[in-house]
């Protein structure tokens, strides 16, 4: 089953409102998790680290006072996409390693935004 | 420079053959791990092999195995016998500076293969 949840699979929303996504690690505490996002037809390029308890780190050109990320507690981050506009409309996706040797990174199932 | 280079952006392969998924790589760090994911249709990513750059003999993972020639700095990812179900994006990525290091580092992916699966 899914070690890593995430939450809603898919929205729409207008132009202009924020949109909240959760991601949740089910069995496991996650002191790190990543967020992705992901255009059709393209990769996976990380957006931000979000890092329990302290600020996140986001990646060159990612707009932090646009895609807010709160990681409150040791299984729940957020993140939370302000102002949205069409061109925001992307699959996002988070992560969270688990620790061993692998420390495999497990992945929520995505977020599919549709900003109209 | 390119840290993960897939260089197939599609692959065809008949139900019950062999097919192998190129992926190069490049980093100066000595430690590092080496990863493949499937993204179906539905977009989640799952995970299938993993190759650590310290680990001696060639991951294998049920159907899947990974041929890692480090020298070359090449990861291929190996499907034996082709299922129907394995029509999918298949993504190569990276993860630096695995040894000693306490904290997770971020993956980086490379461009994907799509792969299709004909009866």
């Known amino acids: 089953g899914a070690v890593v949840s995430q939450h809603p699979s898919r929205v729409i929303c207008k132009s202009g409102t924020s949109v909240k996504i959760e991601c949740r690690s089910l069995d496991f505490q996650a002191t790190t998790m990543f967020w992705y996002r992901q255009f059709p037809k393209q990769s996976l390029m990380l957006m931000a680290t979000?890092?329990?308890?302290?600020?996140?780190?986001?990646e060159q050109g990612v707009e932090k006072d646009k895609f807010l990320i709160n990681h409150a507690s040791l299984t729940l981050s957020t993140l939370t996409v302000t102002s949205a506009h069409p061109e925001d409309s992307s699959f996002y996706i988070c992560?969270?390693?688990?620790?061993?040797?692998?420390?495999?990174?497990?992945f929520g199932q995505g977020t599919r935004l549709t900003v109209v | 420079a390119q840290k993960i280079t897939q260089t197939q952006p599609g692959m065809f392969v008949q139900e019950k053959e062999a097919v192998t998924l190129d992926c190069t790589y490049d980093t100066s760090d000595p430690s590092y791990g080496l990863f493949w994911y499937k993204q179906p249709s539905s977009g989640e990513m799952i995970f299938l092999i993993y190759q650590g750059s310290y680990d001696q003999q060639n991951a294998t993972e049920g159907r899947y195995s990974l041929n890692f020639q480090k020298a070359r700095k090449s990861a291929n990812l190996v499907i034996s016998a082709s299922q129907l179900g394995d029509s999918a994006m298949y993504f190569c990525?990276?993860?630096?500076?695995?040894?000693?290091?306490?904290?997770?580092?971020?993956?980086?992916f490379g461009t994907g293969t799509r792969l299709l699966v004909s009866p």
């Open positions: 992560s969270a390693p688990r620790g061993g040797r692998v420390t495999e990174a497990f």
């Open positions: 990525a990276m993860r630096e500076g695995l040894r000693g290091n306490t904290g997770f580092q971020k993956l980086v």
């Open positions: 979000s890092n329990e308890g302290s600020k996140a780190t986001y």
